[in-house]
C-alpha cells in the first residue's frame, strides 16, 4: 500500500498571505495526485488532479505542484472561506490512498 | 448538478449489520465508476470500495477483509454498501464519490452518512 503523509497538520496563516502544504508518496506515483478541500460537516471537494490541474470552479489562487514522490498544495492571497482541511490522494496504485490531512486556519 | 445522497447510517452493535445507500442524480450513473470513502471522527479520509460503471468490477480495501458487499442498480441510480460483522472501527463517516472517467479520482462527493458501531 502507498503511504501518503502530509505536512503539517495544522497551519494558521494571516487573510492574504500565501499557504503552503505538502504531500509525500512512500513510492513514486507519477503525477497521478489529487488534492481536495473539506469543510466541517460537508463531504470533500476536488480542487486538483494530476498534480497540477485546477478542477472546475475552481480559482486560479490554488495551484499545485510536483511528480514521483514530493507534491505541494500553495493556495495565494488566503481568504477567510479557505479556512479547511486539505486532503491529498495517490490514485497509481489500488488501493487509493489518502494523506492524513492538513489543516488551515486563518488567523 | 451532480448530487450525491447517502442514506442508512445509525447505531449499530458490534458484530451487527448496516446496509447505506446512496441516491445519485445530475449525470449519466450508468456511465460512472463509483467509490466509497470513510472518515472516523477527527480523522483522515480513507477509501473503502470502488465499483466499475457496470458492476463488472469491484475493489475493496483490505480492512474489508470480505465483510462488505457492494452493488448498484442502474435503472435506479443507486449505490449501496451492505456491510456486517461490524466493529467498533468501523465507526466514521461514510461518503459516495463519483469516480471521474479520467482516472481514478473523485470528482463529486456527498454528504455522508454516521455509522456508529457500539454498545
Known amino acids: 500500500e502507498t503511504e501518503m503523509t502530509q505536512s503539517p497538520a495544522t497551519l494558521s496563516v494571516s487573510p492574504g498571505e500565501r499557504a503552503t502544504l505538502s504531500c509525500r508518496a512512500s513510492q513514486s506515483v507519477g503525477t497521478n495526485l489529487a488534492w481536495y478541500q473539506q469543510k466541517p460537516g460537508q463531504g470533500p471537494r476536488l480542487l486538483i488532479y494530476g498534480a497540477s490541474t485546477r478542477a472546475t470552479g475552481i480559482p486560479d489562487r490554488f495551484s499545485g505542484s510536483g511528480s514521483g514522490t514530493e507534491f505541494t498544495l500553495t493556495i495565494r492571497s488566503l481568504r477567510s472561506e479557505d479556512s479547511a482541511a486539505y486532503h491529498c490522494?495517490?490514485?497509481?496504485?489500488?488501493?487509493?490512498?489518502f494523506g492524513g490531512g492538513s489543516k488551515v486556519e486563518i488567523e | 448538478q451532480v448530487q450525491l445522497v447517502e442514506s442508512g447510517g445509525g447505531v449499530v452493535q458490534p458484530g451487527g449489520s448496516l446496509r447505506l445507500s446512496c441516491a445519485a442524480s445530475g449525470f449519466i450513473f450508468s456511465s460512472s465508476g463509483m467509490h466509497w470513502v470513510r472518515q472516523a471522527p477527527g480523522k483522515g479520509l480513507e477509501w473503502v470500495a470502488f465499483i466499475r460503471y457496470d458492476g463488472s468490477i469491484r475493489y475493496f480495501a483490505d480492512f474489508v477483509q470480505g465483510r462488505f458487499t457492494l452493488s448498484r442498480d442502474n435503472s435506479k441510480n443507486t449505490l449501496s454498501l451492505e456491510m456486517v460483522s461490524l466493529r467498533p472501527e468501523d465507526t466514521a463517516v461514510y461518503y459516495c464519490?463519483?469516480?471521474?472517467?479520467?482516472?481514478?479520482?473523485?470528482?463529486?462527493w456527498g454528504q455522508g452518512t454516521l455509522v456508529t458501531v457500539s454498545t
Open positions: 490522494q495517490q490514485y497509481n496504485f489500488w488501493p487509493l490512498t
Open positions: 464519490a463519483k469516480d471521474n472517467p479520467q482516472d481514478y479520482f473523485l470528482d463529486n
